[in-house]
């Protein structure tokens, strides 16, 4: 199985913070990683697939890089509604295992 | 657009099976897409079950080893979901989920969830 390994767990940043959160794989899953953003209290949301691809509706401020085992969610200016738990997901193979979280306060 | 609704008890007791169903409206289940189910402990992460394409083709999380089972019935567009000898370690919000295509297995459409207890 494919293992998936987020960091940090958590983070504070100030409004109009450049957040970076990493997740690494325990092999190589070329692009197939997506991101999703948990608020409290709601259902997860896809924000980026394909590693990069920014899913329809998303805003611009959110971006995915990398490939291979390493791979970057940013937010270039933190604003108070994405306040959430992110989380990555490989999805080349099965299990399409989830990383463990990353919890972002303001 | 596709919608999803899990349902099924509230409660289960220990060693017993839980059983959840996931009606999709707006679209057939029969479409080019996987159907999911990913579950989160109270507190926790997200937890990756299973998935399964209408023709009935099934991929399992091996952490379930063989208390899992996910099924479609094309006739009421419904996923479901069986998990037998359930522990307190198994309550938790169950969510099904809509993968984007039949090659891309990302999660581009939940459900609300439905909470389940296990507990006597």
């Known amino acids: 199985d494919i293992q998936m390994t987020q960091s940090p767990s958590s983070l504070s940043a100030s409004v109009g913070d450049r957040v970076t959160i990493t997740c690494r794989a325990s092999q190589g899953i070329t692009n197939y990683l997506a991101w999703y953003q948990q608020k409290p209290g709601t259902v997860p949301k896809l924000l980026i697939f394909?590693?990069?691809t920014l899913q329809s509706g998303v805003p611009s401020r959110f971006s995915g890089s990398g490939s291979g085992t390493d791979f970057t969610l940013t937010i270039s200016s933190l604003q108070p509604e994405d306040v959430a738990t992110y989380y990555c997901q490989n999805y080349l193979s099965a299990p399409r295992t989830f990383g463990h979280g990353t919890k972002v306060e303001i | 657009q596709v919608q999803l609704q899990e349902s099924g008890p509230g409660l289960v007791k220990p060693s017993r099976p839980l059983s959840l169903t996931c009606t999709v409206s707006g679209g057939s289940i029969s479409s080019s897409h996987w159907w999911n189910w990913v579950r989160q402990s109270p507190g926790k992460g997200l937890e990756w079950i299973g998935e399964?394409?209408?023709?009935?083709?099934?991929n399992y999380n091996p952490s379930f080893k063989s208390r899992v089972t996910i099924s479609v019935d094309k006739s009421k567009n419904e996923v479901s979901l069986k998990l037998n000898s359930v522990t307190a370690a198994d309550t938790a919000v169950y969510y099904c989920?809509?993968?984007?295509?039949?090659?891309?297995?990302?999660?581009?459409?939940w459900g609300q969830g439905t909470r389940v207890t296990v507990s006597s």
């Open positions: 989920a809509k993968s984007s295509g039949f090659l891309q297995w990302y999660l581009e459409s």
């Open positions: 394909a590693a990069s």
């Open positions: 399964i394409y209408h023709t009935g083709t099934t």
